[in-house]
């Protein structure tokens, strides 16, 4: 991974439910903490970001939403997806 961001990758943080809500709380801590650049954390919860407030049941089994989010974030090579 430590290669991977050094190149300029980003951090994915990748759930559903509970354990997205989690990937959020530690990806919000990483620019205060370790002045890690924002622009460089990104965020794919399933059922979107609306669902950090409330359930979205169902979400986590939607595979063509899930690949949707990865097109569109522009996941690539030198990202650390979690």
Request: zero cysteines; charged letters at 20%.
């Amino acid at each position: 991974a430590v290669p991977a961001l050094e190149r300029g990758g980003r951090i994915v943080y990748v759930g559903a439910g509970t354990s997205g809500r989690i990937g959020v709380q530690d990806g919000t801590e990483l620019p205060p903490t370790y002045g890690w650049p924002p622009d460089r954390i990104v965020y794919a919860m399933a059922g979107g970001l609306g669902a950090l407030i409330e359930s979205v049941e169902g979400a986590e089994d939607d595979e063509a939403a899930g690949a949707a989010a990865m097109t569109e974030a522009g996941i690539g090579r030198d990202d650390v997806v979690l």
